[in-house]
Structures are given as structure tokens and as C-alpha cells.
């Protein structure tokens, strides 16, 4: 059985299963798609062709399926193969019989590799951007931990572990934070946007969901839902109240908020430049002194 070889198509996808967790069912898709895309511009249909990929091993097989004609009869060497050149491979072959021969995809023309190629590029193009604007749409209001890759006057780029890029604006910055390239910042997911075909991810370190997520991370009575976070009103890296209620009256929220000798909520304070936290009991009567706190800031 014939083999096509093909290493600059088949191990640029290799790379991009890897890099991109493209799963194998649309690996095998999006090859036979390309494939079938070059051939159906080159003969006006790929109906007749059967392609086999096994990104596996790297490689693929192409057969093509004639009808045998008598040879003062052959219109389309596409579609049919003269009864001289059929016997050629086997000689029990007659006319009207269907014969299958493998393909070398190169014998189509460096054309036809090069539309492939091209072909193949914009497809994992399109895929990557694909997945990851729905990777991070489903993550909108989670933290993320991204490496400080550049430092500008309006904006921070900082790339996943796949190499992704997020944006931290610098309004979505707490004043008082400074980066150094390479460093390891988490911030949360406010925004995901398509913006000329490519995702814009937007983080926050400002957002009072930042500060709720981090409470989440640091107390497990909250992770669990026996304290909720019924409020929090910040001015970023100067100070924040954050009202909590217990759903458990042998939980004091406030305390387990705060952790023994502060320390659960040192570390938040830490991560948030030294932002005076203040943790408050949430009333359900609207106490003036507690919500008059919370709309002061």
C-alpha cells in the first residue's frame, strides 16, 4: 500500500495538536477537509477520492477511484482510466469494472502542495482562534495566571501556558502595581471580544471580582457556600469593604474571613498591593452605618 509523505504538512499539525489540545477526530477532519478542498479545485469535484490520514505516524494515503473505459473512450483521465493502462496494473480488469489506485499527492504539482499548505495554515489559524475565544469565554469572572511577556504605558501583555496573549489595560491595573517582565500575575477575566477575526481577552486587577475570587481561594468556607460575599466596594490598592453572611450560626463570618492572626486575608491583601480590607457582618435591614461605609468609597 502506497505512503505519502509529507512532513511539512502533517508535523505542522503534529505541533499543533500538541500546542493547542486539538483533539484527534478534528485533526483528522481538518486534514481530510484541506485536502479535499485542493483536489475539488483541481478536477471540479473530490467525489472520487478516497483520503486516509494517520496523524499517528505522519502520514496519509490518497486513492482514487476510475471506471475502466475502452481506450478510444477515455474523456477523463480523472474519472476513468483507459483499459491499457488498467491491465497494466492488473491484467484481469475489463471494461465498465471500477479500479482503486493509490495517489502521490506530490504528482499533482507544486501547486497542489503549495494550495495545500495554504489551505492547511488558515484552517489552524482559524481553529486556534476558535479555541481560544471559547477557552476564555467560559472563563469570563475566573482568575488567571498569565507571564508578564511586555510592560507598556497603557497596557500590560501577558501570554498563558499555551502562549496566549491577555491584556491588562491600565485602568483594569491597581495603581500601584509594578511588573517586571517574566513574572507570574493573576487577575480575573472581564471581557472576550472578537476583534478582526482574532480574541481579545481583557483581565482585571480593579474588578470587585478579583477581590471576590481571591476570598474564594482563600477560604474554603466560602469555596463551599457556607459564607457568601454579599457585597464588596473597593478603591483599588487603597482600601475595600467587603460585607460576608454565614448560612451556618456556628460559623462566624467575619472571623473565618480573616483566618487565625489574619492569616487568610493577609494573603489577599498581599496579592491586592496592601489594600486595607475591611470585612464587615452583612445586615439583611440595611444598616445606614454599614451601607453608608460601603457607598462612601
Known sequence: ??????????????????????????LISVLEESFRNVISKMFGSDENYSIIINPDKGDFEIWRNR??????RLKD?????SLTEAQKIDPDYEVGEEITDAVDFAGFGRRAVLNLRQALASKILE??????????????????????????KKEVLMLDDDANELLLPKEQQIPTD???????????????????????IILSRTSPLFMQRLFELEVPEIHDGLITIKRIARIPGERAKVAVESYDDRIDPVGACVGMKGARIHGIVRELCNENIDVINYSSNLMLDIFAGLKAL
Do not use: C
Open 1 to 26: 500500500m502506497a505512503r505519502t509523505k509529507g512532513p511539512s504538512m502533517i508535523e505542522t499539525f503534529a505541533d499543533f495538536k500538541e500546542n493547542k489540545n486539538v483533539d484527534r477526530t478534528t
Open 67 to 72: 471506471k475502466v473505459v475502452a481506450d478510444n
Open 77 to 81: 483521465s480523472n474519472l476513468q482510466i
Open 127 to 152: 481553529l486556534q482562534k476558535d479555541s481560544i475565544f471559547s477557552k476564555y469565554k467560559d472563563q469570563i469572572g475566573q482568575i488567571v495566571i498569565g507571564e508578564v511577556y511586555q510592560v507598556w
Open 178 to 200: 509594578f511588573f517586571r517582565k517574566g513574572e507570574a500575575r493573576r487577575a480575573v477575566v472581564v471581557s472576550v471580544d472578537n476583534q478582526n477575526g482574532s480574541p481579545k
